[in-house]
């Protein structure tokens, strides 16, 4: 999963001879996970066709205001093209085709679509070396970047007239590059660390049995995937669990029991911003592993547990500046109880969760849950998708941070 994942990418296709290429941008796009739709100046399907863009971006290719083909003449609508997309990217943007948006021109489809988006502008320009340097192309690169769109320069080398110099269009795997480093340098997280605990743990009794429980993981991996989305660079310290994170910004750890999880996280902790601890972490273990399966035997099995370290106390009572993160999962004095632990464990910030309250806590998809800060304010919300509940959390560590 990418920055790009479930995006939708508006691709403009004008008429040069780059527009090759674009058939492998849609696909470049695609494998990081976006939506693509195409929209291409009537010019450009002289140099690639609109079935081999429609075919890889499996989405009808638009070139005209309507149809003529259609029996019904159908209109396509370019407001609509326009705010569908989360992001334009017009590549190959030949000097005429980026002219015209310069002056507000809007004779085709393409055109009219730029100046009705709202959303993050992107052109690669593709032409020759002569006109990439001519004044009229520089002053109509510096109006659009006026305009607030981002222009990803063209690069050096031969050119379809046999010239060499700058002006072929940026490679489409740089262009996707490109564009995801865009969006990431402008997200709120960028630049921080986060180290998110999450899943149960197996405390082995014997190579097949161990204690262990039913959390999933799942409200620590939705953390970690949003966390990852808003820019941090996250580490996930996971318990054993059927689930994953596959977010590509998301560094998975994997651990087995409290004491590889708490070896993981002191390994990590230091350099970190901000720190989640919403593994259900077992407090016992078998004081002895039998290194073989054990017998049974007539009559009853004590088995001696002894206590694990408390990983969200370690990284309370080592806290620099990390913003830490705990929960509590209560069944009666919710409130009291969460606060003792905030307190106990030095946190900025304790999620409680009831088991009393129908559809929170472990195997379920939603949660809901209250929030106790520091100054011991409290914040009660609604059932919500871990998903959500996850935006709330990574809303109030960044409110913390700022505070
Ligand atoms: N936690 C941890 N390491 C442990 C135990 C708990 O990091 N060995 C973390 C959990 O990830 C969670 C919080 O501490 O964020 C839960 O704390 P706590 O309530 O102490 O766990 P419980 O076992 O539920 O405690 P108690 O029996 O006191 O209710």
Known sequence: MSLLQ????????????????????????????????????????????PLTLSTLSKNPVQSTFYEKESENELWNNH??????ADYFVIAPATANTL????????????????TSAKCPVYFAPAMDLDMYIHPSTTNTFNTLKGFGNIMIPATSGELASGLVGQGR???????????????????????????????????????????????????????????????????????????????????????????????????????????VASAAVADYRPKNRSDQKMKKKDGDLSIELERTTDILKWMGDHKKNQVLVGFALETENEIENAKGKLK????????????????????????????????????????????????????????????
């Open 6 to 49: 479930d995006k939708k990418i508006l691709l403009g296709v004008s008429a040069g001879i780059a527009a090759y290429k674009s058939a492998m941008l849609v696909r470049a796009f695609i494998k990081q996970g976006a939506e693509v739709k195409v929209v291409m100046t009537p010019a450009a399907k002289d140099f690639v066709t």
């Open 79 to 84: 407001v609509d093209l326009g705010l569908w």
């Open 99 to 114: 002219s015209k948006m310069a002056h507000g021109k809007s004779d085709n489809l393409l055109l009219a679509t730029y």
């Open 169 to 275: 269009m940026a490679e489409p795997e740089d262009i996707v590059a490109f564009v995801e480093d865009d969006i990431l340098q402008k997200l709120p997280l960028k630049g921080k660390k986060m180290v998110v605990t999450a899943g149960p743990t197996y405390e082995a009794i014997d190579p097949v049995r161990f204690i262990g429980n039913h959390s999933t993981g799942r409200m620590g991996i939705n953390i970690a995937t949003e966390a990852a989305n808003l820019g941090a660079e996250v580490t996930l310290v996971l318990g054993p669990s059927t689930l994953t994170c596959t977010h590509s910004r998301v560094n998975v750890i994997k651990v087995v029991n409290a004491a590889s999880m708490y070896k993981s996280v002191t390994e990590v902790y230091n350099d970190c911003d901000y720190a």
């Open 344 to 403: 106990r464990k030095n946190l900025d910030l304790i999620v409680l969760n009831s088991l009393n309250d129908k559809g929170a806590g472990f195997k379920a998809k939603t949660n809901k849950v209250t929030f106790i800060n520091s100054n011991e304010e409290i914040k009660a919300f609604q059932l919500k998708t871990k998903t959500e509940v996850a935006k709330d959390i990574l809303n109030e560590i960044q409110s913390l941070q700022n505070a």
